[in-house]
Nanobody, 118 residues
Framework: VQLQASGGGLVQPGGSLRLSCAAS????????IGWYRQAPGKQRELVAT???????NYADSVKGRFTISSDSTRTTVYLQMNSLKPEDTAVFYC?????????????WGQGTQVTVSS
């Protein structure tokens, strides 16, 4: 399973960005897909995920500001980020837990930089 992320960039505090991630490959089923982030000097942390049934999970720090959504197959996922803060600055990674070749595995996309600064 390959994950292709896009949509990062530089935005002022209070601004918005929308990240996209598309999953591709042969014969796979998404179990859970979403976003993690890693700020300089910090560990990678969960931002938001959505399961195959549509259940969502958010980090407390982004609740009410970020919204995760996807298409019905969960192969394309979006992260709408509003009211961005400087502390949201990080490399955002698309993540998927998926069934492929009778195995359930974790997959990671390349990171996309989000910088919140005036």
């Amino acid at each position: 399973v390959q994950l292709q992320a896009s949509g990062g960039g530089l935005v002022q505090p209070g601004g918005s960005l929308r990240l996209s991630c598309a999953a591709s490959g042969r014969m796979f089923i998404i179990n859970r897909i979403g976003w993690y982030r890693q700020a300089p000097g910090k560990q990678r942390e969960l931002v938001a995920t959505i399961t195959s049934s549509g259940s969502t999970n958010y980090a407390d720090s982004v609740k009410g500001r970020f919204t995760i959504s996807s298409d019905s197959t969960r192969t394309t996922v979006y992260l709408q980020m509003n009211s961005l803060k400087p502390e949201d600055t990080a490399v955002f990674y698309c993540f998927a837990n998926a069934w492929s070749s009778s195995r359930r595995s974790d997959y990671w996309g390349q990171g996309t930089q989000v910088t919140v600064s005036s």
